[in-house]
């Protein structure tokens, strides 16, 4: 079964705008990934952040993650036609650092 | 650098046949993963080699499902036969910490 569950599973929004993306997860991670997928192409590493940190950024991009509430979210500000795409969370657990369980992903798609 | 090159990046077949998909990693990444994407839902690792060695393959379907990494460098995967339900894309990914994913074949079963 898969770990982490997005929400919300499809975000519709403007240009310019932010989109907030959140992952839940089930059992205890080493770290958490995201990962962007636009149409027909495969998966882009977002950003990882590791199980003893609480906020991490990447350009405009934000993530928080929460171990007491087993959450994540990922923040994109200012949102560009271009950020139109999958995103999907995924948790690296118990001694498989390089094994990743990926979540279902939520489809965000910015307007211009 | 280049990436994860990956052949063919569409297949169709009808079911109860044989396909086979290929992974060139990027140089130098010991590590390489088959993962499963079926419509809608996020990929499902298949199996994971470290060089030519296998680390996790709990959820390949041994059955149907082979996949080799000869001299540790190159992959294929391999379904015989093929069922209706494996109708998904097949991604290949290789790290050395970060996995860098290939653009995938989509495969159709008929």
């Known amino acids: 079964s898969q770990q982490g569950e997005e929400d919300p599973q499809a975000l519709s929004i403007q240009e310019g705008e932010n989109a907030t993306m959140n992952c839940s997860y089930k059992t205890s991670i080493n770290n958490l990934q995201w990962y962007r997928q636009n149409s027909g192409r495969g998966l882009v590493h977002l950003i990882l952040i590791r199980s003893n940190e609480r906020e991490k950024h990447s350009g405009r991009l934000r993530v928080t993650l929460d171990t007491s509430k087993k959450s994540s979210s990922l923040l994109i500000t200012a949102s560009r036609a271009a950020d139109t795409a999958s995103y999907f969370c995924?948790?690296?657990?118990?001694?498989?650092?390089?094994?990743?369980?990926f979540g279902k992903g939520t489809k965000l798609s910015v307007k211009p | 650098e280049a990436g994860v090159a990956q052949s063919p990046r569409y297949k169709i077949i009808e079911k109860r046949q044989s396909v086979a998909f290929w992974c060139n990693p990027i140089s130098g990444h010991a590590t390489l993963y088959w993962y499963q994407q079926i419509l809608g839902q996020g990929p499902k690792l298949l199996i994971q080699f470290q060089n030519n060695g296998v680390v996790d393959d709990s959820q390949l379907p041994k059955d149907r499902f082979s996949a080799e990494r000869l001299k540790g460098v190159d992959s294929t995967l391999k379904i015989q036969p093929a069922k209706l339900e494996d109708s998904a894309v097949y991604l290949c990914a290789s790290s050395l910490v970060e996995q860098y994913f290939g653009p995938g074949t989509r495969l159709t079963v008929t």
């Open positions: 995924a948790t690296s657990y118990g001694g498989s650092q390089g094994n990743l369980i």
